[in-house]
């Protein structure tokens, strides 16, 4: 592990680099509805901005969910990890649906990294099933489902963010 420099972005420190497809997150996203499946019915869906939209897309289809609202939650600019900064609540008809706990909702995200969103979401609907397509170990105890876990010191490259480009060989630098 890396010591911690201030003045490195989350991406430097990590220092392992994770890239996933369309098709390979497509793919996780279905594996995740295949879990979640047998977990529910929900009443609705809550996704985490910005990473849980397409995850939460996809999982909405599989599953038949058609009432989809969003908490909205910054805490990256870009690559430099900040404090949480709650921009959406979840809506008072979507909070109603949940009886004030989150009973019977399905929160989606992309990931779980440090915990940091994860607490925040959990706070608001405690007992909301939470699932992420990918999770860390220091975010891993507060999701519910999950399809992959990675090491903590790995930066996941997710399609929305990237471009296809020639990519050196590891042993020749590559990452």
């Known amino acids: 592990m890396m010591a911690e420099h201030p003045e490195l972005s989350a991406q430097e420190k990590a220092g392992k680099a994770f890239p996933v497809s369309w098709d390979q997150f497509h793919r996780d996203c279905r594996a995740l509805s295949w879990r979640l499946n047998d977990v529910g019915p929900f009443h609705a869906m809550v996704a985490i901005t910005r990473g849980g939209l397409v995850p939460a897309a996809i999982v909405a289809r599989e599953l038949g969910i058609r009432v989809i609202d969003t908490v909205c939650i910054a805490s990256y600019d870009h690559t430099k990890q900040g404090e949480l900064q709650v921009l959406k609540d979840v809506s008072a008809?979507?909070?109603?649906?949940?009886?004030?706990?989150?009973?019977?909702?399905?929160?989606?995200?992309?990931?779980?990294?440090?915990?940091?969103?994860?607490?925040?979401?959990?706070?608001?609907?405690?007992?909301?099933?939470?699932?992420?397509?990918?999770?860390?170990?220091?975010?891993?105890?507060?999701?519910?489902?999950?399809?992959?876990?990675?090491?903590?010191?790995?930066?996941?490259?997710?399609?929305?963010?990237?471009?296809?480009s020639f990519q050196p060989p590891i042993r020749d630098g590559g990452v």
């Open 93 to 164: 008809e979507v909070a109603k649906l949940g009886g004030g706990s989150g009973k019977g909702l399905l929160i989606v995200d992309d990931l779980v990294d440090t915990g940091k969103t994860g607490r925040l979401v959990r706070a608001m609907m405690p007992d909301a099933h939470f699932a992420a397509v990918y999770a860390k170990p220091q975010g891993r105890p507060l999701v519910d489902t999950f399809i992959t876990e990675v090491s903590q010191d790995t930066w996941i490259h997710f399609p929305w963010d990237t471009a296809l």
